[in-house]
């Protein structure tokens, strides 16, 4: 090799005039070198099934990705970029997934099938208990157990003073012990109070008696709640919710602990019985 010109012998030379900057000698069959530009941003190489050429680095198909991140580090995630990949943290592939890049996680409204156990330092769900509420002295001194027809639902009818549904509970030994109990009551309206007033309501009043195993003394809590029913038709339905503090003072719930429920209607502050 010269200064001039390439030589195999005496056969064939190829002068320096077609060698271009940035050009290479390749060949892509025997005894055919031939001159190749290199243009920015390509790499000689070879794809499989094809000759020597420029390929390409960028992120199109049969392209050659590049590192296109100044800092990316050891353990970092992967990110397409328009130029190639940078380095992505766990938080910030958290912020990418959900918008925040902190502990919370929004999976944008889609399911989670087929899981293993979820677990959770506090509580992830209500988990709910259709509890079966019965009288004391059902009928004339007490509440009134009533078919469901065409136009109710039926159970018990609560409709004068000192009416009271019990029912019980216990508490699970997967409750985290730091979350409220909620008790929903669904009923329907005994009478028709079409012609009553806008804020007419029901008032209920939950009683809440609990121990655990070992214990002598009743905890206690009362929970009141009146709902504004209006100028409702007979037999509408509504539902009251009540909030059973798990930490009161002096009352906390415990995990396993036995409940005692006894629900009645407050007639003396109820518009509607």
């Known amino acids: 090799m010269t200064t001039e010109k390439w030589t195999d012998g005496t056969d064939s030379f190829i002068q320096k005039s077609l060698f271009d900057a940035h050009t290479v000698l390749i060949a892509i069959a025997d005894n055919t070198p031939i001159a190749l530009v290199v243009g920015e941003q390509t790499v000689v ?8 050429t420029a390929v390409a680095i960028g992120i199109s198909d049969n392209n050659i990705v590049q590192i296109d991140h100044a800092t990316a580090t050891d353990n970092d995630y992967a990110k397409f970029t328009a130029a190639g ?3 992505r943290s766990f938080s910030e592939v958290l912020a990418d997934l959900s918008g925040q890049a902190g502990a919370a996680f929004d999976w ?15 509580s992830v769900w209500h988990h709910e208990h259709d509890l079966f509420a019965t009288s004391l002295n059902p009928g004339a001194s007490g509440a009134t157990r009533t078919a469901p027809d065409s136009n109710t639902i039926g159970g018990w009818q609560l409709n004068a003073a000192g009416e009271t549904l019990n029912f019980e509970a216990h ?4 409750w985290d012990a730091s979350s409220d109990l909620i008790i929903n009551a669904w009923w329907e309206v005994n009478v028709d109070n079409t012609g009553g007033a806008g804020g007419d309501t029901v008032d209920l009043q939950l009683v809440v008696r609990y121990k655990g195993e070992g214990e002598t003394a009743i905890k206690t809590q009362t929970v009141e709640v009146a709902t504004t029913v209006g100028a409702s038709a007979r037999y509408k339905q509504f539902k009251t919710t009540f909030t059973i503090d798990y930490d009161a003072a002096n009352n906390v719930i415990d995990s396993l602990d036995v409940l005692s429920f006894a629900l009645n ?3 003396d502050t109820s518009e509607v019985h």
């Open 45 to 52: 190489g070879r794809l499989t099934g094809e000759n020597i």
């Open 85 to 87: 990949l940078e380095g």
């Open 108 to 122: 944008n409204g889609q399911n989670l099938t087929n899981t293993g156990t979820i677990t959770a330092q506090t």
């Open 171 to 174: 508490m699970e030994a997967e």
């Open 265 to 267: 209607l407050e007639t």
